[in-house]
């Protein structure tokens, strides 16, 4: 029988796990930018068009379907490092080889490779985050669970600040040290193989002995299967390109005709613009094709016997109140989405504000707020419990998109502007004074702060619903069903913002907020139920 732990011992073992959490959440944090923001100021600065950088902002899709392929990581167990720690190990120095290859290619001549690698590095960060968020999950105690979250916060945003704000300083031959794209991808995949290292020496083994008992046949078919299903219903919503050459994502697939059909009579006559009322029944295409391909790969799941996936899903829906859950997983962030969707063009197009004024207030001093609002919010909850900082948190992210609205009705210039002065820091400088706005200042501070501290609230809550036999399958579920907003939201909110103009805009997304509070209202009991501890810790391997 194991000995407990001395008071000092268990503090020491204590902080290594909370160390453990944050160190990961830099790793994860790390590659989103560069198929993101990053690889768009590359392309923008090489000259490649705007419809081009349009198809590939679609390389962030494998974060929305990653528990399609998570089930295999709680099935499969690599040789040495154990379940979680192998899988961690593998996929880091995956994503330092391909970023290390995207370096090495050219966007201009090269597009379609350039194009494909970036699915890969997409595709390679969204399982090294299915293994983090598992990982994560069994690690920490209940108790830690407010306090770890806001951690991995931390790394997280550190992450984005390096890859996704400091880069951009990092290539401006002016402001910044005129390094090139390829240089700043090198770099990033060198930070990767420093992850993989600390990953597989520095990462504590993990207390978990109880595996997924499927068949691993029937899990590779099960996977096999879904992934030609999600395919099929990919080439009914969007097609292959058509005989006139036209760009892949500019020929239509079989569900436009009837979107046409439904909004065409509804549209006629009105004051909308053709390639307005055209965008919208895009719109209406793509949710369509939603509409049937999730059930499509649902029931292929079940056709093929995709043991650990249902299993899982299963696991997850014997819970009370289980739908509700997934309900409230998808509106809770949904508001903070509407809004920050589209807040570069906003506030760079509509309000003009200069890119070093809102690289400077939103890339630095935002993420940083963001930090400590994750920080803030990971320490009241100690005090608060999950369910009332949950409601407090949400209320604060519905109240900062009143912000934007302000800002929308009442331009810049209407508060005094803070000057940052000219810095170097070593990894990052500022070769001239920036004014920044005081009303843009204060909106996004409000907004990084009270999502900081929604975040951590959040991470924290889908830990809790997670089954430990399944923490891969399920967690990767319920964060994809997280993430709705962020990627699928900026159709709609586009063709919005177009129609209705910005400030009613930001009034409906601030509407759009409500709906979680109330349902969160509803679910006092059940959220206020997890955070209670298992009665039986799972023994370690």
Not at 444 to 460: H, P, Q, R
């Amino acid at each position: 029988m194991t000995e407990p732990l001395s008071p000092l011992h268990a503090r020491a073992v204590a902080f290594h796990r909370l160390l453990v959490v944050a160190v990961l959440g830099f790793a994860s944090g790390l590659p989103l930018a560069l198929t993101g923001q990053a690889m768009q100021a590359w392309l923008s600065g090489v000259g490649i068009d705007v419809a081009t950088i349009g198809f590939l902002s679609l390389v962030g899709l494998p974060y929305t379907f990653k528990f399609l392929w998570a089930p295999l990581m709680d099935r499969f167990e690599l040789p040495w490092l154990g379940r979680r720690r192998g899988w961690l190990v593998l996929t880091q120095l995956g994503l330092a080889g391909a970023l290390w290859w995207m370096a090495d290619t050219s966007p201009t001549a090269a597009t379609r490779t350039f194009a494909l690698l970036a699915v890969l590095v997409a595709f390679v960060s969204a399982s090294q985050d299915v293994v983090i968020d598992a990982y994560r999950t069994d690690l920490l105690h209940a108790h830690e669970r407010g306090l770890g979250s806001s951690l991995n916060v931390l790394g997280y945003r550190l992450a984005m600040i390096l890859s996704g704000g400091v880069a951009l300083i990092w290539v401006d031959p002016t402001q910044g040290g005129g390094w090139t794209w390829p240089e700043v991808y090198r770099t990033m995949a060198w930070l990767m193989v420093g992850a993989a290292v600390l990953s597989a020496v520095a990462l504590p083994r993990l207390a978990v002995t109880v595996r997924p008992t499927s068949v691993a046949s029937h899990d590779l078919r099960g996977f096999a299967c879904v992934a030609l299903a999600i395919g099929a219903g990919y080439v009914l919503t969007a097609g292959l390109g058509d005989a006139e050459g036209r760009h892949p994502l500019l020929a239509h697939g079989l569900f436009r005709p009837a979107a046409a059909a439904v909004l065409d009579p509804l549209l006629s006559g009105g004051a909308l613009s053709l390639a307005l009322k055209s965008k919208w029944i895009d719109l209406l295409t793509l949710l369509i094709g939603i509409g049937v391909t999730l059930p499509l790969a649902a029931w292929t799941a079940r056709k093929a016997r995709f043991e650990t996936l249902l299993g899982g899903l299963q696991s997850y829906f014997s819970q009370p109140g289980a739908g509700a859950f997934l309900a409230f997983i998808v509106l809770y962030k949904l508001g903070d989405a509407f809004a920050g969707s589209l807040m570069t063009p906003f506030l760079l197009k509509a309000m003009a504000f200069a890119p070093a004024e809102f690289g400077v207030a939103n890339k630095l001093i935002g993420l940083w707020l963001t930090i400590g609002g994750a920080l803030l919010g990971g320490a009241l909850m100690f005090k608060l419990g999950l369910w009332r900082s949950l409601m407090l948190f949400g209320v604060l992210q519905m109240l900062s998109n009143l912000g934007f609205w302000w800002l929308a009705v009442n331009g810049k210039g209407v508060m005094p502007a803070l000057t940052i002065p000219a810095f170097d820091l070593g990894i990052v400088s500022l070769a001239q004074a920036t004014p920044i706005d005081g009303g843009l200042l204060m909106v996004i501070a409000f907004e990084n702060l009270s999502g900081g501290m929604g975040t951590a609230a959040f991470v924290a809550f889908l830990m809790g619903l997670c089954n430990q036999r399944f923490t891969a399958t399920q967690y990767a579920l319920l964060s994809a069903f997280a993430s709705v907003g962020r990627v699928w939201v900026g159709p709609l909110a586009g063709v919005l913002a177009e129609t209705i103009g910005w400030p009613v805009f930001f009034l409906v997304s601030t509407a759009v907020a409500l709906p979680a509070l109330g349902l969160l209202w509803w679910l006092r009991a059940p959220v206020s139920a997890l955070e209670v501890d298992p009665d039986a810790p799972l023994s370690d391997d």
